[in-house]
């Protein structure tokens, strides 16, 4: 008798730890899925323009890519926006930051151009702490589709505009031309210009890094330097202050414009220079051991074909179909508490509400 009363115990206990926790149907999450705990942090790191064949070219030509190389668990993520096949970055990047597909163009709105509440604004409002960084313009986009609510992505002061009181913790990339360093010095922000910086970045202040002046910053070809991954580290230093967590969001953003140029060592570098970011992420992941890190893309540009490469010199002739996006998948790599539910085929919509599921918001 006692020993049948312990069997069904242990059955119960082992049900809760196991199966039964997942239980409830999540929309983007199977219901059987099983992951090993939840994450405190999220760092999702978002490829511009980066399909399989740019991940592809980078690993081949670069003899390696020790951030991407890192995953186990990767994923194919359908990229199409509301009414179009090919999507655009603003739509794409409204999927992946607010869980809803809308019409190219638009940032931050569904198809009714009404504002759709997006991961960012879900973290700020749960008490984590947030951050953003690109090597483009801030209003861009996708770093925009993140914070701001416009019916069209080139409205760049309003983008801007929406970016006052929200409340983001740290922010480093362009479109200084854009933004009123007075306001943003009220809204409490130390405000840095340059890089290499000359003065301190201090851990769990708000911070507003401006690569230099211009609303772009040069190609990682023309000497923009490790800017990137030595904000994504910056960005994490100075998130993990907040107990309760945080979301950061980074894009490696001109490898879709290399796309665009159908300039393969354009694409291979920006990509390259994203994996130095990815390693950064991964680095605090592992150390850390509560953050979640996602790599992912909003489409791929230029339909890059790769149908001739030669071995010894490592070298690759592309083939480029055109100069838009494509519809191709693109991949997703996961790595850290929760990774197991981005493997398989998805949606770009299924990553937000991966994200929110695994947040508890
Ligand atoms: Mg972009
Ligand atoms: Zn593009």
């Keep these: ?15 809760i730890v196991s199966s039964c926790r997942s239980k409830t149907p999540v929309a983007g999450v199977e219901p059987s899925a099983n992951y090993s705990k939840k994450p405190k942090n999220i760092i999702l790191l978002i490829g511009d323009g980066m399909g399989l ?27 199409s926006s509301y009414n179009d096949y090919i999507t655009d970055s603003a739509a794409g990047a409204t999927a992946l930051s607010s869980g809803e597909k809308t ?16 991961i960012l604004e879900l973290a700020e409002s749960n008490g984590l702490s947030t951050g953003l960084i690109s090597t483009c ?18 409205m760049h002061s309003r983008i801007a505009n929406d970016f006052y009181g929200k409340g983001i913790d740290f922010v480093a990339g362009t479109g200084k031309p854009y933004f009123s360093v007075s306001k943003l010095t009220e809204d409490g922000y130390s405000v840095f210009t340059g890089y290499p910086l000359t003065s301190m970045i201090s851990p769990g202040k708000k911070t507003f890094w401006f690569y230099n002046d211009s609303i772009h910053p040069p190609k990682y070809m023309n000497g923009r330097g490790d800017f990137l991954p030595d904000a994504t580290r910056s960005a994490v230093h100075s998130l993990n202050s907040n107990k309760k967590g945080f979301f ?3 894009e490696g953003s001109q490898i879709d414009w290399g796309g665009h140029n159908n300039d393969l060592p354009y694409v291979i570098s920006e990509t ?8 950064q992420a991964l680095d605090f992941a592992v150390a850390d051991g509560n ?71």
């Design 248 to 250: 950061l969001m980074v």
């Design 291 to 361: 953050t979640l890190v996602i790599v992912t893309a909003d489409h791929e540009t230029g339909g890059l074909g790769l149908m001739y490469g030669d071995l010894k010199t490592k070298t690759i002739k592309p083939d480029f179909a055109n100069t838009h996006h494509s519809g191709i998948m693109v991949p997703v790599y996961a790595y850290g508490p929760g990774a197991e539910l981005f493997s398989g085929i998805m949606q770009n919509t299924d990553i937000f509400k991966k994200m929110k599921f695994l947040y508890g918001f």
């Design 137 to 154: 313009s801030v209003t861009h986009a996708t770093p925009a589709s993140f914070f701001a609510h416009t019916p069209d992505r080139e």
């Design 53 to 79: 064949a740019q991940v592809s070219a980078a690993l081949f030509v670069n003899n390696g890519l020790p951030g991407f190389e890192f995953f186990k668990i990767i994923g194919l993520v359908q990229t």
């Design 272 to 279: 390259v220079d994203f994996d130095h970011a990815v390693k």
């Design 1 to 15: 008798m006692i020993r049948k009363l312990l069997l069904v115990a242990s059955y119960v206990a082992l049900c």
């Design 103 to 118: 019409y190219n163009g638009a940032i931050g709105v569904g198809f009714d151009t009404l504002s759709r509440t997006t």
